[in-house]
């Protein structure tokens, strides 16, 4: 187990030196297990594999910024590229999340809205990705804590990007009644977030 420990690290540390076949070595390695985490939170197979293929291309870039021990707490390799997979995973989530919340918006009040261009984010440090990791465990925590309903409306709608109308069907609920339990399960998550302190 340490040995593989100790060869994983090695792997980041010589693709760090920009040793392409390390870096192969790392992704038949641990590509399977990245997908499968990607996959559980996104839903979507092909989003899964976008996903993951910007993973190991960060992966590629800031593989010098690994470090094995940061303020005295280990992180372990696969810790590391954990938190990488979730960042992105959690970047594709937020921006689904816009787009439909976008479109219920057009849908529920026919109005145009323009979507304001926005700079590209900054490269986040080691750290910052262990703390967004956390972050998808708060909100999947949050989740599991909200009752049936609306925990399905949400799922469908944020997890799988149906609209209104297709949650309403799959769930076989008059359309109002699952609008309602989107605004309520939203405004829940949002409390058990602010209660954990996390950002909504």
């Given at each position: 187990?340490n040995r ?8 980041i540390a010589?693709a ?8 192969a ?13 990607a ?7 092909q ?18 910024s690994?470090?094995?021990n ?9 810790t ?10 959690l ?6 999340t816009?787009?439909n919340?976008?479109?219920?918006t ?8 323009q979507?304001n ?12 990705l ?7 465990l708060?909100?999947?925590?949050c989740m599991?804590?909200l009752d ?5 409306s949400l799922?469908?709608?944020y ?9 309403a ?13 989107i ?5 829940k ?9 996390v950002a909504?």
């Amino acid at each position: 187990m340490n040995r593989n420990i100790l060869n994983l690290q090695q792997l980041i540390a010589q693709a760090a030196r920009g040793d392409h076949a390390a870096f192969a070595e790392m992704y038949e390695r641990t590509h399977v297990h990245l997908f499968g985490i990607a996959l559980r939170m996104l839903g979507q197979r092909q989003v899964a594999e976008d996903v993951l293929q910007e993973a190991y291309v960060s992966i590629w870039k800031n593989a010098a910024s690994y470090r094995s021990n940061i303020d005295g707490q280990e992180i372990q390799p696969i810790t590391w590229l954990i938190a990488i997979v979730r960042n992105k995973a959690l970047d594709a989530l937020r921006v689904r999340t816009r787009r439909n919340e976008r479109a219920w918006t057009e849908q529920d009040e026919h109005e145009q809205q323009q979507e304001n261009a926005h700079a590209p984010d900054p490269a986040p440090s080691a750290m910052q990705l262990l703390e967004q990791a956390l972050q998808a465990l708060h909100i999947e925590g949050c989740m599991s804590a909200l009752d049936g309903s609306f925990r399905q409306s949400l799922a469908l709608a944020y997890y799988q990007g149906l609209s209104h109308s297709e949650v309403a069907a799959q769930m076989n609920a008059p359309l109002g009644t699952v609008k309602a339990w989107i605004r309520r399960g939203l405004d829940k998550l949002r409390a058990c977030l602010a209660t954990q302190g996390v950002a909504p």
